[in-house]
């Protein structure tokens, strides 16, 4: 029996393509500089991004050194074109994501969420108005653990009260959370319904046949074993 049900956020609550964007592309032509040279170099921060060692600010340093490229203004021109791109995706119409975590607090679902992200999303997360219906948020800028690594959903389950089989597990896939989710015993379900907006190199995970799909927020609850209406 379904007891909690725990998210994603990026493709999943939000959209990081609503609106405008800011990747690894746009930053190299910002700075003049080929676009394989910077990526292989931000790529290598990835993890410290991640797991809090880094702030966006303090690895766009590292990265602007290393590339002998470095100027503050350069550093604060990636800040501020990256927030302005978090500020679309957290000021786009996100009522059907907030609506949905309402219902499932109203039908007494736990929710989790379960997010790798750096330092600006991780503040957007906060300010956001998804934020107050999650019961159990575990973001990765802090607890310092990335998906998939199990010790994070488990976490999340124990802080939630609930078994690993008692949870439902959205993602839109990214990180390979799902196959994660399914090898501790939770019932994962691929969200797709964002899935319109990603375009290429960037999709972060293509449709998984080895999932079950939802297309619509407003279908979550066939997944949980009890009503199907909102």
Known sequence: MIKAVIFDMFETLVSLFEGRTYFSEDIAKDLGIPHT?????????????SEGVYTIKEAARVVLRELGVYSEESVDLICKKRMESLEDTFQADISESVEMLKKLKEKGFGTGLISNCYSDERDMIKQSPLYPYLDVPLLSFECGICKPDERVFLDCAR???VAPQECLYVGDGGSKELFAARDLGMKPLQALYYHHLAFEPHIPCYELPDFDHLYDRKKIFEFTGGTKQW
């Open 37 to 49: 040279e910077f990526r292989t170099a931000w790529h290598k921060t990835e993890n410290q991004r």
């Open 159 to 161: 802080k939630l009260g």
